[in-house]
């Protein structure tokens, strides 16, 4: 095992087990540079208008944390690709409702440019319908939200290969379109959809190049459980599951025991309206050690998962102190 195997999720809505609300540059520029530098295999950036705090897919909105600052994630990670040189960049992941999909196209086409490229679009249906409606974004029902995820792919995919694109679909249209420069990357950069449905996943299989599993919203038992009709609708469609790469998506409290680490992501859990012992018995919340780490890194990894992202604090010595231990166990 080594730190190519994980990414770092940058905390573009301030988060800090501390509790102090935080969402300055410096800080995520900083730990930015201490992910590329010591090699770990991504850089991720949330994509959200509201600060997300608390709230979840499905779950209990927090109206108190919305005021709070939260960073645009396609400009954050735009100006992230100017301070880096090795490490991929990606977001965590982009609402497709937020940005019409030729644009968006160009808009990635344009920072695959800019970062040599690095670029990793990632995609999703969108949840927060708070966040759309307070920034005057049309909301759509699910099956809606999934039709217009799915045509979305596949126009970028046509956009990025293709010398003009006319495209007549359901939800989005286009006469003519021309994308120049294409990516840096060839035939294409990577698409990943991200979310823990199954649609999403029958999604990543007829269309994209990986998954992105919300933690959050399945438990490890219920990602066995994808996996395997994965599994089963990869030998249907005729597809390669291997050639589809899942990440997923935890949050770290590393400490100098399991206790302390506890008490930690207790106050954390308390502080975002979630119940503590809930949130820390999830094999989504690491506790303790670099060694602790490790092995709760295990059960993904044997699972199947590519490639684990770790949620971080706005704090780079915790970072910096994270990075050293996991170094050294390894």
């Not at 930015?32 to 509201?50: C, E, K, N, P, T």
């Not at 933690?215 to 490890?220: E, L, P, Q, V």
Request: aromatic share 8%; net charge neutral; proline share 5%.
């Amino acid at each position: 095992m080594s730190l190519a195997r994980f990414g770092i999720n940058l905390p573009v809505s301030g988060r800090s087990y501390a509790g102090q609300h935080n969402s300055d540059f410096q800080g995520i520029k900083e730990i930015a540079q201490i992910a590329d530098r010591h090699g770990y295999a991504s850089i991720g950036v949330h994509d959200h208008l509201l600060n997300p705090q608390g709230s979840a897919p499905g779950g209990r909105e927090k109206p108190d944390r919305f005021a709070d600052g939260v960073l645009e994630g396609w400009t954050t990670l735009s100006a992230v690709a100017t301070v880096t040189e090795r490490a991929r960049l990606t977001n965590v992941v982009l609402c497709n409702l937020f940005r019409n999909p030729a644009v968006l196209a160009k808009m990635a086409s344009t920072l695959d440019t800019i970062s040599n490229g690095r670029v990793t679009l990632a995609l999703g249906a969108g949840w927060f319908k708070t966040e759309c409606l307070a920034y005057g974004i049309q909301w759509e029902p699910y099956g809606r939200r999934l039709g217009m995820l799915r045509e979305s792919v596949r126009l970028i995919k046509r956009l990025w290969k293709e010398g003009e694109v006319t495209f007549k679909g359901e939800y989005y249209r286009l006469e003519k379109g021309i994308l120049s420069p294409k990516p840096v990357q060839k035939p294409r950069p990577p698409i990943v959809v991200g979310g823990s449905s199954e649609n999403i996943m029958r999604l990543a299989v007829e269309e994209a190049d990986g998954w992105d599993v919300d933690t959050g919203a399945s438990s490890f038992e219920v990602f066995q459980e994808r996996l395997s009709a994965m599994e089963k609708y990869c030998l249907e469609v005729g597809r390669d599951m291997k050639s589809i790469r899942i990440t997923v998506n935890v949050t770290p409290f590393m400490a100098g025991s399991v206790a302390d680490a506890r008490k930690i992501a207790s106050g954390w859990a308390a502080y975002i309206g979630k119940n503590p012992e809930d949130y820390v018995s999830s094999r989504a919340v690491w506790l303790g050690t670099a060694e602790d780490m490790l092995a709760a890194a295990e059960p993904w990894f044997a699972s199947g998962v590519s490639q684990i992202n770790l949620l971080m604090p706005n704090d780079p010595s915790y970072v910096r102190m994270f990075t050293g231990g996991m170094e050294a166990a390894i």
